[in-house]
């Protein structure tokens, strides 16, 4: 039934003059930004405000096609099937990559069959280092070492979503969600055995279900973003190069392989207050790591290998890691990162910070920022916050004026010119050409956490109310007055650029 609806709709949009003449000059419809999208739905009501892309006729028309599929099922009651928004869950048919308990490993995939573009998403979730710290976890989030009671779908927010007005520029791609099961940081390789309690396999998770994807549609991909948050997003910079030369293996080589890493630039900095390795949270990164690499028997890219022969470790943080890696890598990150924070001993329980505290997450500020200057493609706000891409007001988040999306668009479109100019390259680097008015390295410069008014909305920790910059910078213990004069500036002038973010 909803064929002979699209006929009928392609026929009438191809058919209205304003529009064909659009499509046959090469003309495009501008894409409703943030701003524009609020009055955009208060100027039209009903069918006529679903947006169709032409640009997608020049480029790729079964997208296209997708796009009117979409608006016949939602202007037409003569379909009566529905889009399926949500990603089905598929274990993997490889029985010898599992999760942690051994049970079987798996993904989420909202296919989108006309497009050659695929999205995979590795989720977050720290990690175990040991027997002790890996039963712990097994009592208290299971559903991160086992599939034994994952939901049947998923309903996938931000860069996930299928919805245009969430995802402007990712909606109707090919979306594989991968859960979390191994707390390996998407690194191990080593399988249950009556010696050992867990397995450590997601390294190996990860090649079986590109293999299964190979069957779908993924053979015939122009891009895959490997994209992930937190644990995930270090994940990213561990296996990007490995499902690269895992795709051309197998003989896809023109697949684009990039990568999105989000909350995953961790640091091996002094912690504030050094405590033992007991347990994830309180152990420095650099002892869990160097206990877990070993534990996970966990695998790392052969060029950073070789740049740390024996203190492999060092490639699970991103400073050390980004500079060996082939593929172009995105990163997302806060400048004031809470899993950062927490890991270093500084835990903000809605008690007021004092000073030794304060000036520490300032200075951690300004060290995560020193490292990120070599980074070519960059989002980092100066927020208080930890993950980003999977929240449903990631459009909201702006650096210098400038949206993650939109700032993910510019870095799309710089690895296509750049792809154009040097098509006889088999690798792409780092490097990348900016199109004017389309930024790529978004760092903010302000220096304390929320200078940034579009940071995400801050409440207090044991009222729940919401709070403004300055109450939040004052309950950091944050000195106007001090500051003030060590600015020479007087302080309601202070209190006044800190209200609007300047």
């Given at each position: 039934?909803?064929?002979?609806c699209l006929l009928l709709l392609l026929l009438v949009q191809l058919s209205s003059p304003v529009e064909a003449r659009r499509a046959r000059s090469g003309r495009t419809q501008p894409r409703r930004t ?469």
């Amino acid at each position: 039934m909803w064929r002979t609806c699209l006929l009928l709709l392609l026929l009438v949009q191809l058919s209205s003059p304003v529009e064909a003449r659009r499509a046959r000059s090469g003309r495009t419809q501008p894409r409703r930004t943030q701003q524009q999208a609020p009055a955009a739905r208060e100027r039209v009501e009903g069918p006529e405000s679903f947006p169709l892309d032409f640009t997608a006729v020049e480029s790729n028309m079964d997208s296209f096609m997708v796009q009117i599929k979409n608006l016949a099922q939602s202007l037409y009651p003569c379909s009566a099937q529905k889009l399926e928004q949500d990603m089905k869950l598929h274990f993997t048919k490889n029985a010898s990559a599992t999760c942690n308990d051994g049970s079987p490993a798996g993904y989420y995939i909202k296919e989108s069959k006309g497009s050659r573009r695929w999205l995979l998403f590795l989720e977050g979730g720290w990690y175990c280092f040991n027997k002790q710290t890996c039963d712990r976890r097994y009592e208290t989030t299971r559903n991160l070492m086992s599939s034994a009671k994952w939901p049947q779908t998923r309903r996938g927010r931000g860069i996930l979503s299928p919805q245009p007005e969430e995802n402007p520029h990712w909606w109707n791609a090919n979306i594989v969600f991968i859960p979390y099961c191994s707390s390996d940081v998407w690194s191990g390789a080593a399988p249950k055995t009556n010696q050992s309690d867990y397995a450590f396999m997601g390294s190996l998770i990860i090649k079986e279900v590109l293999n299964e994807l190979l069957t779908k549609g993924l053979q015939n991909a122009k891009v895959l973003l490997l994209a992930g948050s937190s644990a995930g997003g270090t994940g990213v910079l561990l296996n990007v190069d490995q499902v690269a030369e895992h795709l051309e293996s197998e003989g896809h080589r023109g697949v684009q392989v990039r990568g999105l890493v989000d909350s995953g630039w961790f640091l091996d900095n002094q912690q504030y207050k050094v405590t033992d390795c007991l347990d994830t949270i309180s152990c420095a990164p650099t002892e869990a790591i160097k206990k877990g690499i070993r534990f996970w028997d966990g695998l790392v890219p052969e060029s950073c290998r070789q740049a740390h022969v024996g203190e492999e470790w060092n490639c699970f943080f991103g400073y050390k890691i980004y500079p060996t890696l082939k593929r172009p890598v995105f990163v997302v990150q806060w400048l004031f990162d809470e899993a950062q924070l927490t890991v270093d001993n500084i835990h903000l329980t809605g008690h007021l910070v004092h000073e030794g505290q304060w000036r520490y997450i300032q200075n951690l500020g300004q060290e995560l920022r020193s490292t990120l200057g070599g980074v070519q493609a960059l989002f980092a706000p100066a927020c208080l916050s930890h993950e980003l891409l999977t929240r449903s007001t990631w459009m909201d988040i702006q650096v210098k004026g400038t949206s993650l999306p939109r700032a993910l668009h510019c870095w799309d479109r710089s690895l296509q010119n750049k792809l154009h100019i040097n098509s006889s390259h088999v690798h792409q680097k780092h490097k990348t050409t900016p199109t004017r008015g389309c930024p790529l390295h978004l760092i903010d410069s302000c220096p304390w956490p929320h200078c940034n008014p579009s940071c995400p909305t801050i409440r207090d920790q044991l009222t729940g109310q919401e709070m403004s910059v300055v109450q939040f910078l004052k309950h950091m213990g944050f000195d106007v007055k001090k500051m003030a004069q060590q600015q020479g500036m007087d302080p309601r002038t202070l209190l006044g650029m800190l209200s609007d973010g300047s």
